[in-house]
Structures are given as C-alpha cells and as structure tokens.
C-alpha cells in the first residue's frame, strides 16, 4: 500500500510522526503512543531520520516493527547528508528488505545545531533532494515524499526559486509533500497554490504541532528561520510563568487551525508528535473526527 493510495481514500485524515528512540525508557513512550494511535487508524505514520544520518539503525528498527507488528502504514524518512550513493542504496534496500517501501526522500541538514553552517555534499553523495527522489524511484516499486516550506526553505533565496526546485522534486517523482509545521491555514493554502500554479499537483499534507509555551515557539523560529504570527507569540508571552495557560493557548490555535486546513481540503492533517499521542488525540477528539476515525 502506498501514502498516495491512502490519501485518495474518502473521509477524514491524519497521519503522525514519530521519532526512533534512544532508551529502553523511550521506547515504551514511543510504544505507549503507536499503541493509542493505532486505534484512530491514520492514514500513515512517519518516522524521522537521525540527523546526519546517525543511529540510522533506530530508524531501520522502528520502522520494520511498525510494518510487522502493528497495522500502520510506516514511512521511513531518508537524508542524503553524510552517505554516499552506495551507503544510500544499502539503507533503502534494508527499508525494501522489511517491507517498507513508503520514503520520505530528504537532503538533511549540516550536522550540528548551526543552521547557518555550510552544507557539504559527501564526496560520493548527493546534493538535493531531487535526487534520492530519483535514486529511490529507480531502485524499486517505492512511493516517495518530500519536504516543502511554507516561508521558503532558509536556504532558497526568493519564493520562485523555492517553487521551482519543490517542482523539480515532483517531476523527479515524488507523490506528495509535507510541510514543515505551520502555524495558519492562509500559510498551507499560499505554499499549495504556488506549488499548483508552477505545475507540482500532488497532495501537500499539512505539518502540524500545537506549540504550548513562548520558550517553544521562539526555539522553533530559531531553529527554523520561520517566520511566527506575532498574536500567537504575544498570547504566549503574556502567560510565559503559566504553563497550563500556555498549553491551553496552544491547543486552541492548533484546533482551529486544523478546522480550517479541513475545510481549505487538506487532504490529511501530519502531527508531529515526538512520541507522545495526547495533544493529536485532543485535536482530533475537538473536531469531532475520533468516532469517524475509529469506524
Ligand atoms: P532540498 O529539497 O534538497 O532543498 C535544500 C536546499 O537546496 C533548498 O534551499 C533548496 O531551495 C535548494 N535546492 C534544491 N534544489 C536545488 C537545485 N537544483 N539547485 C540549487 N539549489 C537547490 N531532517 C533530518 O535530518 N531527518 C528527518 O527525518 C527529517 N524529516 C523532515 C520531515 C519534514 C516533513 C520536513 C519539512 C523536514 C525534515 N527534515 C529532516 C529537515 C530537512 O532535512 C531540512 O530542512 C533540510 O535542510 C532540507 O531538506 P530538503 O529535503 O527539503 O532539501
């Protein structure tokens, strides 16, 4: 089964993303959160790659037992940075080997906590994502997704150029994109349109994590570069000593939005859990899409 097969299914979405764990502790969080999701049947659930291609046997791990031992449909993210083409074909053919054959095809950042670093292509590697599109395409029946930016990628200098190299990963053959998280419906619905104007028609998923603290939020410009709505900063701001406050604030703006992405026709609401299923839980249970998900 592929993530476009299920998005082509009628009825509400929602996919989740996970991330491998480092600890035995960890893991029972992770498990604790499949386990509970699991019941609300997403559409598909993706798990990250370690930064700079470390611990890519976590990724490996988690995401065979997800395909042998649950219902779920695994994606299991991919970067370029730091492997050589050889290295590339091996982990897909270990991703092939356990039956996943769903990948969301990623360049990487530089290693590091410096988003301003140079990016360095390994010798034998690759440069962008275009290409593991293509490299994963040619190497069997795989259905492959990418990343898009709804302010751009901090690294494309202007909005046109950012378009056209997410239409040079679709021509490469990529199915579907997900964003980046976003923070209103008038974001996801600019970055779709452009990507429809330049020709790049496949589904754009929106990337969603309700963001409950003003310390969070300023992190994620940080490390993103993306711009913040100023209200929902200034909301946060105002109740920074009060984290039930906070929490309630950030709940409410990701409930809303996630209405009104339904209603601008998302064709799946992607949460970004880091392992844990209470705040997708509370979402979808505040748009009513718990009974009609369990079915
Ligand atoms: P690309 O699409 O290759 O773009 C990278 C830069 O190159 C952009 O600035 C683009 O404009 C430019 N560019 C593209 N093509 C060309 C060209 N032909 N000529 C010149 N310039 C070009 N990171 C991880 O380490 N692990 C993960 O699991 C992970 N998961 C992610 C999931 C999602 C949904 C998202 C949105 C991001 C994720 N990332 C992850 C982060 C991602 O790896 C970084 O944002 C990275 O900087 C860009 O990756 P990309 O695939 O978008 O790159």
Same mark, same amino acid.
């Given at each position: 089964?592929?993530?476009r097969e299920r998005l082509s299914a009628p009825g509400p979405k929602f996919s989740v993303e996970f991330m491998? %764990?480092?600890? @035995?502790?960890?893991?029972?969080?992770?498990?604790?959160?499949v386990r509970r999701l699991e019941s609300?049947? %997403?559409?598909?659930?993706?798990?990250?790659?370690g930064a700079g291609g470390s611990h890519r046997g976590r990724t490996i791990r988690v995401t065979e037992r997800i395909a042998t031992e649950t219902t779920l449909l695994p994606v299991a993210h991919l970067t370029a940075v730091g492997h050589s083409v050889a290295e590339l074909r091996q982990v897909i053919g270990s991703y092939a080997a356990v039956g996943v054959t769903n990948i969301l095809a990623l360049r990487g950042d530089p290693p590091g906590d410096d988003p301003t670093a140079e990016w360095?292509? =390994?010798?034998?590697?690759? *440069?962008?994502? &275009?290409?593991l599109v293509r490299l994963t395409r040619? #190497?069997? @029946?795989?259905?492959v997704g990418v990343a898009a930016y709804p302010d751009t990628h901090p690294r494309s200098p202007d909005v046109d150029t950012d378009t056209r190299f997410l239409v040079d990963k679709v021509r490469a053959g990529a199915d579907y994109a997900i964003t980046q998280m976003l923070f209103s419906?008038? @974001?996801? *619905?600019?970055?779709?349109?452009?990507?429809?104007?330049?020709?790049?028609?496949?589904?754009?998923?929106?990337?969603?994590? %309700?963001?409950? &603290?003003?310390?969070?939020?300023?992190?994620? =410009?940080?490390?993103?570069?993306?711009?913040?709505?100023?209200? #929902?900063?200034?909301?946060?701001?105002a109740v920074r000593d009060d984290?039930?406050?906070?929490?309630?604030?950030?709940?409410? =703006?990701?409930?809303?939005?996630?209405? @009104?992405?339904? &209603?601008?026709?998302? %064709?799946?609401? =992607?949460?970004?859990?880091f392992n844990r299923s209470k705040a997708t839980i509370e979402v979808l249970t505040a748009l009513g899409l718990t009974p009609a998900l369990r079915r």
């Open positions: 089964v592929s993530v491998p %764990p480092r600890n @035995d502790g960890e893991e029972n969080v992770l498990w604790n959160a609300l049947h %997403p559409a598909f659930v993706s798990v990250t790659y360095v292509a =390994h010798p034998e590697g690759l *440069t962008y994502a &275009s290409e040619s #190497l069997g @029946d795989f259905s419906a008038a @974001d996801y *619905t600019g970055l779709r349109d452009r990507m429809l104007a330049a020709g790049a028609d496949v589904p754009v998923i929106p990337g969603i994590m %309700p963001v409950t &603290s003003y310390q969070r939020l300023m992190r994620i =410009h940080e490390l993103s570069g993306q711009s913040i709505p100023a209200d #929902l900063a200034e909301e946060l701001y984290p039930a406050a906070g929490r309630a604030i950030g709940m409410d =703006h990701a409930i809303r939005m996630s209405a @009104d992405l339904l &209603s601008e026709g998302a %064709p799946c609401l =992607h949460f970004y859990t």
